[in-house]
């Protein structure tokens, strides 16, 4: 049995109050905000049945109110990247805020990572919703989302549900950063990891999709069997990982994901309905946050596995569509699932 129980997080600026849901099974603990739909702590134990906070975040709303990337958000209404912030839809071209470079991310300026969700108890767990209205963020159409939250056992689960007055783009994703050593621990050096994926997208100095669904094979990007980030972070040419795996679409919903810590004998599994898997390995923090219990966070202190779809897709007619049309419901589950060995 999960239960639920609901509490004040604080408050916003304007004096509306952020609630807190702590959803707890005896085998994870998961705390999760009306602010951003953020996870702010994920308790799980290690082999010795000690629990301990694998995400990232901060001890109080402020932190989460001042420019942080994305700490355990819900990030949309597209998550990633899109080329110079521009697409077109039904023949009607549209300008996004820029936020990235030359590009537009996760959402915008005030994307779903900073708006208020209302929150319903529902079995196990906790729903939230939001409507983001037609040319939020430079977005076309209404757009009801409904994201929820359940804990069974040792497996989160987030499900996410959309629908729109006019065809828009949605790609809808949680963006926490794990370390399965404990949160502040001061790299992932000691975790293996495999992802299953056959292609990735290679990025232009953007951060863009050339657009080619390269082979991993032969490639530092073969993560089909383990490997173990120490070693394989310092073989890329860039800062780390910070790119799409394209998911086996015939192979969807099994696991695609696995994330081992050996000293404490955490593992991470993840399986999704989305076609494929942002893995970013944090190379971007700088250490200049102040996180929970006084944490720092410097560079690759932490990965994050943003389930979605491709990077740019609405620019890409090769990438699987992210383009959601009225009278359609998007739907996608990411399963996390918390074990140790
Ligand atoms: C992106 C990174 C970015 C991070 C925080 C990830 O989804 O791929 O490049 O730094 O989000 O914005």
């Not at 779903?112 to 209205?133: A, C, H």
């Not at 490639?219 to 070693?231: C, I, Q, W």
Request: charged share 20%.
């Amino acid at each position: 049995m999960t239960s639920v129980t609901r509490d004040v997080f604080g408050n916003l600026p304007d004096g509306k109050t952020v609630e807190k849901f702590l959803l707890e099974s005896n085998l994870v603990k998961a705390e999760i905000i009306t602010f951003g739909c953020i996870i702010t702590r994920l308790e799980t134990k290690d082999r010795h049945g000690n629990f301990t906070d694998i995400v990232l975040g901060f001890d109080s709303i402020e932190g989460y109110l001042n420019k942080h990337p994305y700490f355990g958000a819900v990030v949309g209404r597209v998550a990633n990247r899109i080329a110079n912030g521009k697409f077109t839809v039904d023949g009607q071209d549209y300008q996004l805020p820029i936020n990235n470079g030359p590009n537009s991310i996760h959402g915008g300026l005030k994307g779903f990572d900073k708006v208020l969700w209302k929150p319903k108890e529902v079995e196990n767990g906790v729903q939230f919703s939001y409507t983001s209205s037609d040319g939020e963020e430079g977005y076309p159409g209404e757009l009801e989302v409904w994201v929820t939250y359940t804990l069974v056992g040792s497996e989160l689960t987030i499900n996410y549900k959309a629908r729109t007055t006019k065809t828009t783009p949605v790609n809808l994703t949680n963006h926490s950063y794990f370390n399965l050593a404990g949160q502040g621990s001061e790299n992932i050096y000691d975790h293996e990891i495999s992802i299953t994926a056959e292609h990735y997208l290679p990025v232009d100095d953007t951060m863009i999709p050339t657009g080619e669904v390269a082979p991993v094979q032969g490639t530092s990007f073969d993560l089909r069997k383990p490997v173990d980030l120490g070693s394989q972070i310092p073989k890329l040419k860039g800062n780390g990982f910070d790119h799409n795996f394209c998911l086996n679409m015939n192979d969807l919903q099994h696991d695609c994901t696995r994330v081992y810590h050996k000293p404490s004998g955490r593992v991470l599994t993840v399986r999704t309905t989305q076609p494929g898997i942002q893995f970013y390995t944090a190379n971007f923090l700088d250490g200049s946050l102040k996180g929970k219990d006084g944490a720092v966070y410097p560079k690759h202190s932490a990965f994050c596995l943003e389930t979605q779809a491709w990077p740019d897709a609405v620019n890409k007619p090769q990438f699987p569509s992210v383009l959601l049309h009225p009278g359609q419901e998007y739907d996608q589950t990411t399963w996390f699932n918390f074990s140790v060995q």
